[in-house]
């Protein structure tokens, strides 16, 4: 019996009528039967990976046994990086998390029930009213300040904050469950913990794997390396494996058949301090969604990382180092492994490298999501196409300019630095320009269209973004082309080298480099349009205060070489969007007859007849300006919508809105060049954010009845009230969870590799 558990029945002895009341313990409850299911259902939504509230992470036993941290792990204000606390990663037991601060949840203080048996009683005497909008004083969302008081400080919040218990603001535990919990907690919290093993078909690809990035030799080390820093924040899954197992590549200090001894390094390319080998390790705990970026591997991807990396006749004379010189410029890094094996690995699975800093860091989004625009489109070049990988000269005298920022963190520098940084792309930009003019003409075959990764639809949710395969939506105001260059500055940027943990200086200096970035994209695409008309294009993405940008930060764009491509001269870029459309048709992994309506009907073909009907009503709301469609002034950014027929067949859209701006070039005062007149939506089958910020459910037989009012409900609220009513799902609709969860199941029977428990958090009080 572990000194938790004596304590605790000691504290149950001495505590009498403090107790009283409490329920009997049972030895029959089961932490991974009975306790970890509870968490998973009512729990995890709000408390899982870095932005869990108070960090406390309650997807696994190692999380629920490490407790909570006052210390915040977004906060971009901070003057001073705090120490890492990745699960997993930066302690391994109890006592080494209470060293970094984190308190317990579970144990009881002396006549005290544990933190977590307080906090569920105060959730569970003041239940919602059903379905009914919470009050206002309940701060929910980005906005909330977590208070994460410690247990002596719990009688002072729950006075301040007597409906904010947990779970906090949504309908809470069942009765079950609830005497379930506490049962649990009065007997001493014990969990036993069942690590995932991998099955013996995943251990084999998995000494394959590690046999490959673990080769002796300069050359072997060198791709090892740069195998490992672009697969870090995978979560793997092998041909053959087992359903739910995911594992994910960490630095050890042991060898392949001994168990690992992680190396826990800030950042994935930090000096290791010893020798080590890769390793892959499982998946633990809970897998959500907003961490989830799946990554295939097996026989034929091992074959095809051997073609790339061992095939060509090279060499790596010597190794590089680790330092900052070294981080910031990969391409000075690894210029010995030919630069077309780099970029054909990346575009192989190019929607998991745009995942990675789209959806990242590290299960928040990009913190810097202001700096794009809400929907658009991105391609990659051809690489029989770029320069860089051509031509060996033109290579040498870009690799100095394509540093990036970030490796110095000083507060009194970020000016000074940013504009060196500034200057050294604009720099390279101009050299980029002038050896494109010397090209012959971009035409069709200049943009890359090897798999069904070519196109990708990208969605700002405000403050977080999804990534998918496919050209989702109308023609987008914006393009992205990556070339290799920009596609690996990026990902180093918004991924390798960006530290969650860092201060205001290193986030500052990632978030205006990624400005120069989207430019960058948008710039590339441009010399596809005719050149008379891309000083024009330009124009329209930079409005009012995005000239000012331009002039200050931006180079000059190229506006005299000419585009091969034959385009409608009034509107060149819709032209463009079309013909893709119909040149891509075999590559496209979303035709999208709803908002791309061409003639009478606007659903998908396979579809039942009830739900062609139900596609048919709801394409009337999508690609309209919100002048002509006044709610969309009412909807969050990511609105999904549960339809059920009479049969039970269901379906899932996502109903995104997207916000207009006149341009999204600073850092600060994004509601001054917001144009809300200018919103439209976009409706999509399937599950496009992880992070829902409603739900309405809809019968099938509704829908036309639910769209005619969201037609006229325009800016009264009391209509749109009326529609909440009626067919929302509020935080307390009674059974919000099952809809909430139903969610992640459709996602488990459509695309089940991808399938996490939705994040919670930005889901609105409407």
Same mark, same amino acid.
């Given at each position: 019996?572990?000194?938790?558990?004596?304590?605790?029945?000691?504290?149950?002895?001495?505590?009498?009528?403090?107790?009283?009341?409490?329920?009997?313990?049972?030895?029959?409850?089961?932490?991974?039967?009975?306790?970890?299911?509870?968490?998973?259902?009512?729990?995890?939504?709000?408390?899982?990976?870095?932005?869990?509230?108070?960090?406390?992470?309650?997807?696994?036993?190692?999380?629920?046994?490490?407790?909570?941290?006052?210390?915040?792990?977004?906060?971009?204000?901070?003057?001073?990086?705090?120490?890492?606390?990745?699960?997993?990663?930066?302690?391994?037991?109890?006592?080494?998390?209470?060293?970094?601060?984190?308190?317990?949840?579970?144990?009881?203080?002396?006549?005290?029930?544990?933190?977590?048996?307080?906090?569920?009683?105060?959730?569970?005497?003041?239940?919602?009213?059903?379905?009914?909008?919470?009050?206002?004083?309940?701060?929910?969302?980005?906005?909330?300040?977590?208070?994460?008081?410690?247990?002596?400080?719990?009688?002072?919040?729950?006075?301040?904050?007597?409906?904010?218990?947990?779970?906090?603001?949504?309908?809470?535990?069942?009765?079950?469950?609830?005497?379930?919990?506490?049962?649990?907690?009065?007997?001493?919290?014990?969990?036993?913990?069942?690590?995932?093993?991998?099955?013996?078909?995943?251990?084999?690809?998995?000494?394959?794997?590690?046999?490959?990035?673990?080769?002796?030799?300069?050359?072997?080390?060198?791709?090892?390396? =740069?195998?490992?820093?672009?697969?870090?924040?995978?979560?793997?899954?092998?041909?053959?494996?087992?359903?739910?197992?995911?594992?994910?590549?960490?630095?050890?200090?042991?060898?392949?058949?001994?168990?690992?001894?992680?190396?826990?390094?800030?950042?994935?390319?930090?000096?290791?301090?010893?020798?080590?080998? @890769?390793?892959?390790?499982?998946?633990?705990?809970?897998?959500?969604?907003?961490?989830?970026?799946?990554?295939?591997?097996?026989?034929?991807?091992?074959?095809?990382?051997?073609?790339?990396?061992?095939?060509?006749?090279?060499?790596?004379?010597?190794?590089?180092?680790?330092?900052?010189?070294?981080?910031?410029?990969?391409?000075?890094?690894?210029?010995?492994?030919?630069?077309?094996?780099?970029?054909?690995?990346?575009?192989?699975?190019?929607?998991?490298?745009?995942?990675?800093?789209?959806?990242?860091?590290?299960?928040?989004?990009?913190?810097? /999501?202001?700096?794009?625009?809400?929907?658009?489109?991105?391609?990659?070049?051809?690489?029989?196409?770029?320069?860089?990988?051509?031509?060996?000269?033109?290579?040498?005298?870009?690799?100095?300019?394509?540093?990036?920022?970030?490796?110095?963190?000083?507060?009194?520098?970020?000016?000074?630095?940013?504009?060196?940084?500034?200057?050294?792309?604009?720099?390279?930009?101009?050299?980029?320009?002038?050896?494109?003019?010397?090209?012959?003409?971009?035409? =069709?075959?200049?943009?890359?269209?090897?798999?069904?990764?070519?196109?990708?639809?990208?969605?700002?949710?405000?403050?977080?973004?999804?990534?998918?395969?496919?050209?989702?939506?109308?023609?987008?105001?914006?393009?992205?082309?990556?070339?290799?260059?920009?596609?690996?500055?990026?990902?180093?940027?918004?991924?390798?080298?960006?530290?969650?943990?860092?201060?205001?200086?290193?986030?500052?200096?990632?978030?205006?480099?990624?400005?120069?970035?989207?430019?960058?994209?948008?710039?590339?695409?441009?010399?596809?349009?005719?050149?008379?008309?891309?000083?024009?294009?330009?124009?329209?993405? @930079?409005?009012?205060?995005?000239?000012?940008?331009?002039?200050?930060?931006?180079?000059?764009?190229? /506006?005299?070489?000419?585009?091969?491509?034959?385009?409608?001269?009034?509107?060149?870029?819709?032209?463009?969007?079309?013909?893709?459309?119909?040149?891509?048709?075999?590559?496209?992994?979303?035709?999208?007859?709803?908002?791309?309506?061409?003639?009478?009907?606007?659903?998908?073909?396979?579809?039942?007849?009830?739900?062609?009907?139900?596609?048919?009503?709801?394409?009337?709301?999508?690609?309209?300006?919100?002048?002509?469609?006044?709610?969309?002034?009412?909807?969050?950014?990511?609105?999904?919508?549960?339809?059920?027929?009479?049969?039970?067949?269901?379906?899932?859209?996502?109903?995104?809105?997207?916000?207009?701006?006149?341009?999204?070039?600073?850092?600060?005062?994004?509601?001054?060049?917001?144009?809300?007149?200018?919103?439209?939506?976009?409706?999509?089958?399937?599950?496009?954010?992880?992070?829902?910020?409603?739900?309405?459910?809809?019968?099938?037989?509704?829908?036309?009845?639910?769209?005619?009012?969201?037609?006229?409900?325009?800016?009264?609220?009391?209509?749109?009230?009326?529609?909440?009513?009626?067919?929302?799902?509020?935080?307390?609709?009674?059974?919000?969870?099952?809809?909430?969860?139903?969610?992640?199941?459709?996602?488990?029977?459509?695309?089940?590799?991808?399938?996490?428990?939705?994040?919670?958090?930005?889901?609105?009080?409407?």
């Amino acid at each position: 019996m572990s000194l938790r558990i004596l304590a605790s029945a000691f504290a149950l002895l001495i505590s009498g009528a403090a107790f009283a009341q409490a329920p009997q313990s049972s030895p029959a409850i089961s932490y991974a039967r009975d306790i970890q299911p509870i968490f998973t259902e009512k729990c995890v939504a709000c408390h899982a990976c870095n932005d869990a509230a108070c960090q406390l992470n309650l997807g696994s036993a190692e999380g629920v046994e490490r407790g909570a941290s006052k210390v915040p792990v977004y906060q971009g204000e901070r003057s001073q990086a705090v120490a890492t606390t990745r699960l997993f990663y930066d302690a391994h037991d109890e006592a080494g998390w209470r060293k970094q601060g984190f308190y317990s949840v579970l144990d009881q203080q002396g006549s005290q029930a544990a933190l977590m048996a307080r906090m569920l009683e105060l959730g569970h005497q003041a239940p919602l009213t059903p379905n009914a909008k919470l009050p206002d004083d309940i701060v929910l969302g980005l906005e909330r300040n977590n208070m994460c008081p410690l247990p002596h400080e719990f009688e002072a919040y729950a006075g301040v904050h007597p409906k904010e218990g947990m779970p906090l603001a949504v309908t809470g535990l069942t009765d079950q469950q609830y005497q379930t919990l506490q049962r649990w907690l009065a007997a001493g919290a014990p969990v036993e913990k069942n690590p995932i093993k991998p099955s013996a078909t995943e251990a084999q690809q998995i000494g394959e794997w590690e046999a490959l990035l673990n080769r002796p030799g300069s050359t072997e080390a060198l791709v090892g390396r =740069w195998l490992y820093e672009h697969l870090f924040l995978a979560h793997i899954y092998f041909v053959g494996g087992e359903q739910g197992h995911f594992f994910q590549w960490v630095r050890s200090r042991t060898p392949s058949g001994q168990p690992v001894d992680l190396i826990a390094t800030r950042r994935p390319n930090d000096p290791p301090g010893t020798d080590f080998y @890769y390793r892959l390790i499982p998946v633990q705990g809970v897998i959500v969604h907003k961490t989830h970026i799946t990554y295939p591997m097996g026989p034929q991807k091992l074959k095809r990382v051997k073609q790339l990396f061992y095939a060509g006749d090279w060499h790596a004379a010597s190794l590089p180092g680790y330092g900052p010189r070294h981080r910031a410029n990969p391409f000075e890094t690894f210029e010995a492994i030919p630069a077309v094996a780099r970029y054909q690995f990346m575009l192989d699975n190019a929607e998991y490298f745009v995942r990675t800093f789209i959806r990242g860091p590290v299960c928040r989004g990009q913190i810097a /999501t202001d700096v794009i625009r809400d929907n658009f489109w991105a391609l990659f070049q051809e690489p029989a196409h770029d320069r860089y990988l051509t031509d060996a000269k033109y290579r040498s005298e870009a690799t100095p300019l394509l540093a990036m920022p970030g490796q110095i963190d000083d507060v009194g520098s970020v000016l000074s630095l940013w504009h060196a940084y500034r200057d050294k792309r604009n720099e390279y930009e101009a050299l980029r320009r002038e050896a494109y003019a010397q090209m012959p003409a971009p035409s =069709w075959s200049t943009l890359w269209a090897g798999n069904d990764n070519a196109l990708l639809t990208i969605f700002r949710h405000f403050d977080s973004a999804s990534v998918t395969k496919g050209l989702i939506g109308d023609v987008p105001l914006t393009l992205w082309l990556f070339d290799y260059p920009l596609l690996e500055r990026t990902y180093y940027q918004l991924a390798v080298n960006f530290d969650v943990f860092g201060n205001v200086s290193h986030q500052l200096q990632t978030r205006l480099y990624f400005d120069l970035i989207r430019n960058g994209a948008e710039v590339n695409f441009l010399r596809l349009m005719p050149a008379d008309r891309r000083g024009h294009i330009l124009s329209d993405w @930079y409005q009012n205060s995005g000239k000012v940008k331009m002039w200050m930060d931006y180079t000059d764009i190229d /506006t005299s070489t000419p585009s091969a491509l034959k385009l409608n001269e009034h509107d060149p870029k819709r032209d463009f969007g079309l013909q893709l459309l119909q040149r891509s048709a075999s590559l496209n992994a979303a035709p999208d007859p709803i908002n791309r309506c061409q003639g009478a009907y606007c659903s998908r073909p396979q579809m039942s007849e009830v739900f062609r009907d139900v596609e048919q009503s709801l394409s009337r709301l999508v690609s309209r300006p919100a002048a002509g469609l006044k709610v969309i002034g009412q909807l969050p950014e990511a609105t999904l919508l549960r339809i059920e027929a009479k049969n039970g067949e269901r379906q899932v859209y996502s109903l995104l809105r997207n916000r207009a701006h006149s341009n999204v070039a600073f850092l600060l005062g994004e509601a001054y060049r917001y144009e809300p007149g200018l919103d439209t939506l976009t409706l999509y089958p399937g599950v496009l954010s992880s992070y829902p910020n409603f739900i309405f459910n809809v019968p099938a037989s509704d829908v036309a009845e639910f769209v005619e009012d969201l037609e006229a409900a325009r800016d009264d609220t009391g209509k749109f009230e009326r529609i909440v009513m009626r067919w929302g799902v509020r935080r307390s609709h009674p059974e919000f969870w099952r809809y909430f969860h139903d969610l992640t199941t459709y996602i488990k029977e459509t695309e089940p590799v991808e399938a996490g428990v939705l994040d919670m958090n930005r889901y609105q009080n409407l």
